[in-house]
């Protein structure tokens, strides 16, 4: 669960400004780096990012009232916000998942009915608990909607426009989980190695600007499917956009291994000096709490005091069980 409010996104920018602002020195891509480069940049570029208010995030407004409707979203909000999903999963190679008609109602039930009763930003959202059902919700909706809050949920504060990237992109960040510092469970919903679809939904507070949006993207038969993939890694193996990492960005290595322990991670600018190698701090072991999203072992840290520079490479080593590298670039070329 994410919440964002004006302050913070203040002091994003801030933090943002000064983390970004260090002497870059230019490294070559090789061939097949420079082509992977380009392929993420030309889908980057291709995405929508459109900003959207609560006159224009609907096709049709909830009705907060009997006879209750969860409304009907732009579609071209739903489709962008999908583009980036599925544009992330690529990044980590995993399929792209599908976005159904159905999973989609349920999704925006489970918006507009966190958005009825106001839901603070806090764990409780998760599946309504807590909340009463208003009278004019169907106990039927309301299961749904309890079912659907299960997935992720970003609280947006002050919500007067915002783009769906923004959204996913702050999920996948994973800066800010209200679940705790290294909490990485909404990044795990959208890189899930099970998962084959997800539906979008999102609606403004009754009577707040609270932009509540919601992922639904946990369903039973996906759960007991195998993983696609036995790992996934942040950041990406290969290459991988700067722009998704901050100094509060937690990395992370989840495997379908069970690791009990909490290994020691150490990580390597190859472009400045191959021999030094910078210890990774706040490393924690979510062990299987994962589980459901393909991972027996999702474990999370960071990066420590190597410096992050555009266009260089790094190597990462997660005690004895993972060794890869990675090369940044800039999504926007």
Known sequence: MKKHNLLVAIVAVV????FTAQPVQAAKYSKSEAKQVKYFQRKYKNLDKAQYNRNSIYQQAPNFANPFSPGVLNPAYISTTMDYVNYYRDLVGLPSEANPDDANRSAQIGAASLAAVN??????AHGLINYLRPNYISENDWGIAENATLGNINFLDDAHSASA???VTDLMREDNNIAGAGNIGHRAIILSTRATRMGIGAAYGMSTDMLYSVEYGLFADDILRAPVKSRIVYPAAKVFPYELVGKDTPWSYSTTK????KPKIYITDLTKNKKKRYRATQVRNFKTLFYGEGY???ITYRPGKVKLVNTHKYKVQIGKYYTYTFRFFRQKG
Do not use: D, F, P
């Open 296 to 298: 027996a072992t999702t």
């Open 165 to 167: 990237g923004e959204i």
């Open 119 to 124: 839901a603070s930003a806090s764990l409780q």
């Open 15 to 18: 933090e943002c400004i000064a």
């Open 258 to 261: 069970r690791i009990s322990s």
